[in-house]
């Protein structure tokens, strides 16, 4: 365990990718949530918004290691409680660029439309 850490983890109810999953999750901080993460090699493509997606084959190390047993339902209790709760926003929440409902019909193609920062490069010149 890494320091005084409250970490969290649930029992591996959750199917994906022909394997069952479990959240790791600190009660304390994301800060040493991700310290936690790092000392037993988990990869960052793991954490999503709040939590570790950990496999059935990493529980028991991990719990062996000081992460605490709990049920999903007082992880996320608990997660709630501690204002560290990153929910998945909605779909129809989330800002769309202008076009993506009209097959691009409101897009403005002229030359004068920018969409983002307009990047000059020099020509590299070569000296031998």
């Known amino acids: 365990m890494v320091g005084c850490v409250a970490i969290l983890i649930d029992p591996p109810n959750w199917p994906a990718h022909g394997t069952l999953f479990s959240h790791l ?3 304390v901080s994301v800060v040493e949530l991700h310290a936690f993460a790092a000392h037993h ?9 709040d ?3 950990v496999p059935v084959a ?4 991990l719990v062996a290691s000081g992460a605490t047993e709990v049920s999903s339902r007082e992880l996320l209790a608990r ?3 501690s ?7 909605p779909a129809e929440d989330v800002p769309r660029p202008r076009g993506c409902h009209d097959g691009g019909a409101s897009l403005d ?3 004068s439309a920018t969409i983002g920062p ?3 490069t020099t020509p590299r010149t070569t000296s031998r």
């Open 118 to 120: 307009t990047l000059t």
């Open 25 to 27: 999750v600190s009660d």
């Open 83 to 89: 204002g560290l709760r990153r929910r998945k926003v």
């Open 51 to 53: 939590h570790y997606d």
């Open 109 to 111: 193609r002229s030359a």
């Open 41 to 49: 090699d988990l990869p960052g493509r793991a954490f999503d918004r």
């Open 79 to 81: 997660l709630l409680a």
């Open 58 to 61: 990493r529980y028991a190390g």
